[in-house]
């Protein structure tokens, strides 16, 4: 999960964010991504999608944000995604886009399938898309999809070799060991079966050509399932099972040493809290007016006043 840069301190009403990017040739995308919420209670502000520790939104990767807004938007009625069109791959297949409210718990699907392009679709690279409806969430095509797509990528273990999911415990590596191990095993129990004596009234089940099934021959196929694939199974649980390395304490508070307050100046404080009146009175529910740009103390004052002044009457609406 990634916290947003663009988060206000201030700002408490969390939204949890997911992007699944496409599994299509040069699906991922190089371009600063930017993301507007739209509720039926307000909306948002423009926030980049971005991660300075790891790459965002590459082919088949399902990236999560936390964005963090000062009040509630209600339901979810649009979502509007852009990028800048910069680096080597601009170009972007979006998959779908889920949002969840973290206090109601409720969740928000968005479904794209198209490009955000100059080259592919309908050369734009910037949408505004529509909240999903229950009967489209609950549609067969939609389970179908989302089923099929998740169980080959993770579950089938020789299809997962080759397009494993973005970021999963059950590293590619291990994949391959648990399909070298499945082969080993097969191969073994073949040698313990080989060169058994052959029945002759063994009647034969069906034939194409030269090859013919016995009875017999598949019997013995049976069995070297039945004794192989309870170990490889053990196997691949065992490597599922993994947790991901967390950081030790002594490394998480190296980390936390390193990093250094900002300087707390009388300009940062006036732009906070321009940028925290400018978000309450975004929201018409709120019936607060915007103020003029703040630029001294008296202003800040006049401001801190009228956010006073905000919280009492948003107290007693409460009551």
């Avoid at 999903?132 to 070799?161: L, Y």
Wanted: proline residues 5%; charged residues 20%; aromatic residues 8%.
């Amino acid at each position: 999960m990634t916290l947003l840069e663009d988060n206000h301190p201030g700002a408490q009403y969390n939204y949890l964010i997911g992007v699944q990017t496409g599994h299509r040739k040069n699906a991922g995308t190089t371009a600063n991504v930017t993301v507007k919420l739209i509720g039926s209670e307000g909306e948002s502000g423009t926030y980049n999608l971005t991660d300075p520790e790891k790459p965002v939104f590459e082919r088949g990767a399902f990236d999560m944000f936390l964005l963090a807004t000062p009040f509630p938007l209600g339901d979810m009625r649009n979502l509007r995604l852009q990028h800048d069109n910069s680096g080597g791959h601009p170009s972007w297949y979006i998959n779908k886009v889920t949002i969840q409210d973290l206090q109601t718990r409720h969740v928000f699907h968005f479904f794209c399938d198209c490009w955000l392009s100059t080259e592919h679709g309908d050369n734009m690279t910037k949408k505004t898309l529509n909240a999903a409806k229950n009967n489209e969430i609950a549609s067969f095509r939609n389970i179908f999809h989302s089923r099929t797509s998740t169980g080959f990528r993770d579950e089938h273990i020789w299809v997962s070799i080759v397009d494993p999911p973005s970021r999963s415990p059950f590293t590619r590596a291990q994949r391959v060991s648990c399909c070298m191990s499945l082969l080993l095993c097969t191969m073994a129990i073949n040698i313990a079966f080989w060169n058994i004596p052959v029945d002759e009234e063994s009647p034969v089940l069906f034939s194409i050509g030269s090859l013919a099934i016995t009875w017999q021959e598949l019997m013995v196929g049976v069995q070297s399932g039945l004794l192989m694939f309870p170990i490889n199974i053990l196997i691949i649980t065992i490597f599922r099972s993994i947790k991901p390395r967390m950081l030790s304490k002594s490394k998480k508070r190296d980390s936390e040493e390193n990093v250094k307050s900002p300087a707390v100046t009388v300009a940062a404080i006036l732009k906070d809290m321009e940028e925290v009146i400018t978000s309450v009175s975004s929201s018409p529910r709120n019936k607060m007016s915007e103020m003029q740009r703040l630029e001294t103390t008296t202003d800040l004052s006049l401001a801190l006043d009228r956010l006073h002044d905000f919280i009492h009457l948003m107290q007693g609406s409460f009551k």
